[in-house]
């Protein structure tokens, strides 16, 4: 007789059915292009409606200077936070560093692929999180499960890095402040779904 699995066994079986579908080989080149900078940033303010929670990410792509950073800043739905905040969580902010990172390949997936990646973050929780692939808070490790899933599928290599927040140029849209980020020469804010 098999023992009975609790639902967090089962969602993890699931994904590890999911990666075994999506898994290629890896593939080991002589010759890299320069690697993607992606600089990510996320919010979490509480006030007398309830919690907000805003993410950002700037991204540039050496090989194509002439087309100039791309990025994006905005709230996330109170249905996410919501769910995120379930059981009176009160601590948002891990889950609204590591989002953006996701988000930010499903936008620009195309610039991702076959690509390595310096992700650069301000939070040691979610970047190690990010590294190990794991995480002990359910919903951040949802988030991460789906960053590894894109990165086997697209053949991206990540790299995360600290980068201290006043140096962050994700700060700004993460905030929804977009002024520092516009200056920079072809700068295009795009949108995204969340």
């Known amino acids: 007789a098999s023992p009975d699995l609790n639902a967090r066994a089962i969602t993890a079986l699931q994904w590890l059915i999911r990666m075994l579908r999506e898994l290629r080989p890896r593939e080991i080149t002589l010759k890299h292009e320069?690697?993607?900078?992606?600089?990510?940033d996320?919010?979490?303010?509480?006030?007398?409606s309830g919690p907000t929670v805003t993410v950002g990410a700037v991204l540039f792509d050496p090989t194509r200077p002439e087309v100039g950073p791309r990025y994006f800043g905005q709230a996330v739905g109170s249905p996410l936070?919501?769910?995120?905040?379930?059981?009176?969580?009160?601590?948002?902010?891990?889950?609204?560093?590591?989002?953006?990172?996701?988000l930010a390949k499903t936008t620009w997936p195309d610039t991702f692929r076959n690509r390595r990646c310096f992700v650069f973050i301000?939070?040691?929780?979610?970047?190690?999180?990010?590294?190990n692939?794991?995480?002990?808070v359910r919903a951040?490790?949802?988030?991460?499960?789906?960053v590894w899933l894109f990165d086997s599928a697209q053949g991206t290599g990540s790299w995360?890095?600290?980068v201290p927040t006043a140096s962050n140029i994700a700060d700004g849209p993460s905030r929804l402040f977009f002024a520092e980020v516009k200056a920079y020469m072809n700068a295009k804010r795009c949108a995204i779904s969340i």
């Open 34 to 40: 320069p690697p993607v900078l992606l600089f990510v």
């Open 42 to 48: 996320g919010a979490h303010e509480v006030t007398d």
């Open 81 to 102: 936070v919501s769910w995120w905040a379930r059981g009176d969580k009160t601590q948002l902010i891990g889950q609204a560093e590591i989002l953006p990172v996701l």
């Open 122 to 131: 301000d939070n040691n929780s979610a970047r190690f999180g990010l590294v």
């Open 133 to 136: 692939g794991y995480s002990p």
């Open 140 to 146: 951040s490790g949802h988030i991460i499960s789906d």
């Open 160 to 162: 995360y890095a600290r």
